[in-house]
């Protein structure tokens, strides 16, 4: 009885012996969708539509109230019509917003929704792959 010395020996002489190495499959050529560097690009582009969209909106609020606080003479001289500058800038607020929800729809539209559409595709797929691997 040759002894093999890459394997540990056996205290007894009954012990079962080791179970052999599993199969290895080879690897998918797409890592699975939650390694997937567009998850990275999803949530960069969704980011970047937020903050614009805030930025938007905020930034020009926090105008109105800094020119209302360290500016008042012109907040109160006249714009337009008679109409102070203060008043034509704070009616100016809501049209900001719409350019705000305007930005946020158009960067969705374009940027963060076909990413979003090719990442479920992607999870449908491999989600296949999964359940016919079982």
Partial sequence: MSYDRSQPYPTYPWQPPEPAEPVRRAPRHRPPIGHHS???ILRSAYRWQRRTATFTALGY????????AYAPSFMASGGTDG???GLLLALLQLPVTWLAIAVYEHTARRY?????DRIRK???VDARRGAGAR
């Fill in 122 to 124: 992607q999870s449908e």
């Fill in 38 to 40: 567009d998850l990275r």
């Fill in 83 to 85: 109409l102070p500058t």
């Fill in 112 to 116: 963060v929704d076909p990413l979003a």
């Fill in 61 to 68: 609020f926090t105008l109105f109230l800094v020119l209302s």
